[in-house]
C-alpha cells in the first residue's frame, strides 16, 4: 500500500510560484512512476506533470509546459512541483499520484494511489 501526502499549496497573485511536495509514506517510489493532476470546480481531473522512478524522464502537459517543473527528493521518497508563472486558469486542487508501473502516463485510470490534494490559488 501507498499513501501519498500533498504539501505547500495556497493562495499566490499571478505571475508568482510555489512549490508543492509529495511524500510517500510506508513504501518507497520503487518501480513507481508519479505524476501530479489537477482538479478545477466543474472540470474533470487532468494531467499536469509526470515523472519516472529514476527521476530522469519526465513528461508535461501543454498547458504548463515551461512554467512548471517536476523533479524527485533523493532518499527520502518526495516529489516536488516548482510552479513558475502562475495564472488564474492553474487555480485548482492538485493531487499527487502513483501507478504500479515505470513507464509515462497521463490518464488518471491508469494511476493507482493517490493523495489528499492541495488547494491552489491564483489571483489575479
Known amino acids: 500500500q501507498v499513501e501519498l501526502a500533498e504539501s505547500g499549496g495556497g493562495l499566490v497573485q499571478a505571475g508568482g510560484s510555489l512549490r508543492l511536495s509529495c511524500t510517500a509514506i510506508?513504501?518507497?517510489?520503487?518501480?513507481?512512476?508519479m505524476g501530479w493532476f489537477r482538479q478545477a470546480p466543474g472540470k474533470e481531473r487532468e494531467f499536469v506533470a509526470g515523472i519516472s522512478w529514476s527521476g530522469r524522464s519526465s513528461w508535461y502537459a501543454d498547458s504548463v509546459k515551461g512554467r512548471f517543473s517536476i523533479s524527485k527528493g533523493g532518499v527520502n521518497n518526495i516529489v516536488y512541483l516548482q510552479m513558475n508563472r502562475l495564472t488564474p486558469e492553474d487555480t485548482a486542487v492538485y493531487y499527487c499520484?502513483?501507478?504500479?508501473?515505470?513507464?509515462?502516463?497521463?490518464?488518471?485510470?491508469?494511476?493507482?494511489?493517490w493523495g489528499q490534494g492541495t488547494q491552489v490559488t491564483v489571483s489575479s
Open positions: 499520484a502513483a501507478r504500479e508501473a515505470d513507464y509515462p502516463a497521463n490518464s488518471p485510470h491508469e494511476f493507482d494511489y
Open positions: 510506508l513504501r518507497t517510489f520503487k518501480d513507481h512512476a
